[in-house]
């Protein structure tokens, strides 16, 4: 079994260059002359790792609200189809009143 296996799924060697790169930063933040560079590559990698989790909680957000919105959707249909549609149009005309 090599290093690459331990990879999450979706992610690729830029993620394991990152890990390596996080990994040597971390182990020379405390080398006299090194340290400065180590910290600026830890402060690069903590903002990708930032920024990498925005994307995936963005993406959370987009499904949450497609599934609503089908949901939503699906609803507005049935209603649309209910036997009572005729009663809805009055309120559909009030709110057409109200949109203006």
Not at 33 to 55: D, M, N, P, S, Y
């Amino acid at each position: 079994m090599n290093g690459l296996s331990t990879i999450p799924s979706g992610h690729g060697y830029s993620y394991l260059v990152a890990k390596l790169a996080k990994e040597a930063a971390e182990m020379l933040k405390d080398v006299p002359h090194v340290k400065g560079v180590a910290g600026f590559i830890l402060q690069i990698i903590a903002i990708r790792e930032a920024t990498e989790a925005g994307r995936e909680k963005s993406h959370e957000l987009i499904d949450t609200v497609l599934r609503r919105s089908i949901l939503v959707l699906d609803e507005l249909l049935s209603v649309g189809k209910s036997p009572y549609r005729e009663k809805l149009v009055r309120v559909e005309g009030k709110l057409k009143e109200y949109q203006k």
